[in-house]
């Protein structure tokens, strides 16, 4: 029989924690061996598969990530900035693949996933999808074509449960229009226009956060000029979108060196 990988899913409960658990679940490819919630959640000590209303999957929710760690070959994390950094040390820890979908990260929080970059296999993106880590690509070579006579906007709107503005998605597409520009993100970032902000600055990218019922995540790319608009877009109509490049990227980090990726190393995007 082949060896499946094993892995273990953090944030069990969440919106993504259980789109990752039924495609784990589903796959030929991985066996679920973990199901981590906080210490005193209502799903720790239940069976996953029924706390998500289907039948058992004989995989108990713990609190003791450690020990959930130490028995996977990955873990894919979908919570929160310092949950997400406490998993990278006990990634390190057990020498596993660390795949990061946790959004709203700072400068300081991502830097201090660095030293667990020298044990754990690191893959990190602001959106795990096809879909967009493609049209990063794309944003960047429209971005170099164009003059500063092109205004960059960047638009993206998500549910009305999201914690964290702007998106993952838009900074990466931020730094994406930045980095075929020639310019760092963060001497032309524009965010939260309001009152009487001036006129618009030339060279500046700017961003606008949509937050509304249950919009899974949509973006648009604007480069305006002087009579005419170009628009790239992508629609998540699914999140199985982000899981299924996720389950991707563990399949793809396990046997690779330790260190920090991110989903173009893992879809040979890069330039
Ligand atoms: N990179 C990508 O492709 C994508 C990234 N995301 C990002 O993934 C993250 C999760 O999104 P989503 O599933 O919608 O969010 P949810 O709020 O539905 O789920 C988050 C889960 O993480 C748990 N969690 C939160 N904080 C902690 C903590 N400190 N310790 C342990 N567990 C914690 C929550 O538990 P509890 O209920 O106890 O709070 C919950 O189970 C967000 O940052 C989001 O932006 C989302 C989709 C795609
Ligand atoms: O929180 C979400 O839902 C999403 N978060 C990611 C982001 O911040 O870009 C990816 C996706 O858009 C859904």
Do not use: C
């Not at 953090?10 to 679940?25: D, E, F, K, P, Y």
């Not at 706390?51 to 020990?67: E, K, R």
């Not at 602001?126 to 971005?143: C, D, E, F, H, P």
């Not at 990218?205 to 509304?212: E, K, L, P, S």
């Amino acid at each position: 029989m082949t060896q499946t990988l094993s892995v273990a899913i953090t944030g069990a409960s969440g919106r993504m924690g259980q789109t990752l658990i039924g495609l784990v679940n589903a796959s030929d490819k991985m066996t679920l061996t973990g199901a981590i919630e906080r210490t005193g959640h209502a799903w720790v000590g239940q069976d996953v598969g029924e706390m998500m209303g289907g039948g058992a999957l004989g995989v108990t929710v713990t609190d003791d990530a450690a020990a959930a760690l130490a028995d996977a070959d990955a873990v894919i994390d979908f919570t929160a900035p310092q949950a997400t950094i406490a998993f990278a040390a006990l990634a390190a820890q057990a020498g596993i693949v660390h795949v990061i979908g946790t959004t709203g990260m700072s400068e300081d929080e991502i830097a201090a996933l660095a030293p667990h970059g020298e044990k754990a296999t690191i893959i990190r993106a602001g959106n795990m999808s096809l879909g967009v880590n493609l049209l990063t690509q794309l944003t960047k070579r429209v971005a170099a074509a164009l003059d500063t006579d092109y205004d960059i906007e960047i638009i993206e709107a998500h549910h009305n449960q999201k914690v964290d503005a702007p998106s993952g998605t838009a900074l990466m597409l931020g730094e994406a229009a930045a980095e075929g520009r020639g310019v760092k993100l963060a001497d032309v970032s524009d965010r939260g226009r309001d009152g009487i902000t001036g006129a618009r600055k030339s060279g500046d990218i700017g961003f606008t956060a949509i937050r509304g019922g249950d919009i899974i995540g949509e973006h648009d790319v604007m480069f305006a000029a002087a009579g005419e608009r170009i628009i790239l877009r992508h629609v998540a109509s699914d999140r199985s979108v982000f899981a299924r490049g996720a389950l991707k990227a563990a399949l793809w980090g396990h046997g690779r060196a330790a260190g920090q990726y991110d989903m173009l190393d893992v879809l040979g995007l890069s330039d």
